[in-house]
T-cell receptor
Framework: GAGVSQSPRYKVAKRGQDVALRCDPISGHVSLFWYQQALGQGPEFLTYFQNEAQLDKSGLPSDRFFAERPEGSVSTLKIQRTQQEDSAVYLC???????????FGEGSRLTVL | GIQVEQSPPDLILQEGANSTLRCNFSDSVNNLQWFHQNPWGQLINLFYIPSGTKQNGRLSATTVATERYSLLYISSSQTTDSGVYFCAVERGSNYQLIWGAGTKLIIKP
């Protein structure tokens, strides 16, 4: 596609619900990153993929967070048993290569009640 | 870990003014990127600039890697330039970007 596409743009979940956030990267981009951004702060790294391989997941805040990219294109970030502190904007970015320019999607804003 | 500091934290200017935003980093980096986050939250990549100078229209950036800083210049500001400008650096082989806290720019008509 022309840009990185994320869905849903907005998600309201009750505490304890599971959520899934989708990222469709720019066609041909092999690297895909997930970041979390709290209000008024810069993005914080969660995890990244090179094709289908998850090379670093050190930023995932707990084992309730899980990301996958099974065919090396679309990625899904799943959060199980959501907590209020999970409320944030989740940003996906893709790059034609590791260490290259990052292109971000519009983000998925998650609010946990 | 590496520290990334941006200044000023806030900047309010009239339309047409010029501005300089600064990013200091505490250690050598593999690359440095400048981003603009608009009021709707969209992050736009402005420059990929590990060293040297680049220009794109009214915006230009310079990174002096040996002195560990980068500057973003905005000339003839427009209201659409409003938002938060982030500097982010990558170091080592883990490909994570380390972000500054941003400069919030408001351009008044």
């Amino acid at each position: 596609g022309a840009g990185v596409s994320q869905s849903p743009r907005y998600k309201v979940a009750k505490r304890g619900q599971d959520v899934a956030l989708r990222c469709d990267p720019i066609s041909g981009h092999v690297s895909l990153f997930w970041y979390q951004q709290a209000l008024g702060q810069g993005p914080e790294f969660l995890t990244y993929f090179q094709n289908e391989a998850q090379l670093d997941k050190s930023g995932l805040p707990s084992d309730r967070f899980f990301a996958e990219r099974p065919e090396g294109s679309v990625s899904t970030l799943k959060i199980q048993r959501t907590q209020q502190e999970d409320s944030a904007v989740y940003l996906c970015a893709s790059s034609p290569r590791l260490g290259g320019e990052l292109f971000f999607g519009e983000g998925s804003r998650l609010t946990v009640l | 870990g590496i520290q990334v500091e941006q200044s000023p934290p806030d900047l309010i200017l009239q339309e047409g003014a010029n501005s300089t935003l600064r990013c200091n980093f505490s250690d050598s980096v593999n690359n440095l990127q400048w981003f603009h986050q608009n009021p709707w939250g969209q992050l736009i990549n402005l420059f990929y600039i590990p060293s040297g100078t680049k220009q794109n229209g009214r915006l230009s950036a310079t990174t002096v890697a040996t002195e560990r800083y980068s500057l973003l210049y905005i000339s003839s500001s427009q209201t659409t330039d409003s938002g938060v400008y982030f500097c982010a650096v990558e170091r080592g082989s883990n490909y994570q970007l380390i972000w500054g806290a941003g400069t919030k720019l408001i351009i008044k008509p």
